[in-house]
Nanobody, 129 residues
Framework: HVQLVESGGDSVQSGESLKLACAAS????????MGWFRQPPGKEREGVAA????????NYATSVKGRFTVSQENAGNTLYLQMNSLKPEDTGMYFC??????????????????????WGQGTQVTVSS
């Protein structure tokens, strides 16, 4: 059973930056394929950024390309999301996730969470104009 703990969420002004972190433990399979999702108020959860550290591939939602950067450290045990030039529409609960290796290729392509994805509890990001 994988445990994921997010941190770094805060309330900021438009144009500021935040860096989210996600600590993974309880390894039962590879952490190579991980990503960030967010759930804006009153909306469904959406994929934001994904990384496959086995080959260095990343993918981003169109709305965050050029502003957000996903990365991993500590042999994949820590996932980061550097968020620059934040906008009010970036407000939401941010979740990190670990995707099973056999689903990784499709997840990288679509940013849609496949079956058997493991989730953290989330960290709140609020951006004021």
């Amino acid at each position: 059973h994988v445990q994921l703990v997010e941190s770094g969420g805060d309330s900021v002004q438009s144009g500021e930056s935040l860096k989210l972190a996600c600590a993974a433990s309880g390894r039962t399979y590879s952490y190579d394929c991980m990503g960030w999702f967010r759930q804006p108020p009153g909306k469904e959860r959406e994929g934001v950024a994904a990384i496959d550290s086995s080959n260095g591939r990343t993918n981003y939602a169109t709305s965050v390309k050029g502003r957000f950067t996903v990365s991993q450290e500590n042999a994949g045990n820590t996932l980061y999301l550097q968020m620059n030039s934040l906008k009010p529409e970036d407000t939401g609960m941010y979740f990190c996730a670990v995707v099973r290796p056999r689903y990784c290729s499709e997840y990288l392509r679509s940013l849609q969470a496949p079956d058997f994805t493991d989730w953290g509890q989330g960290t709140q990001v609020t951006v004021s104009s």
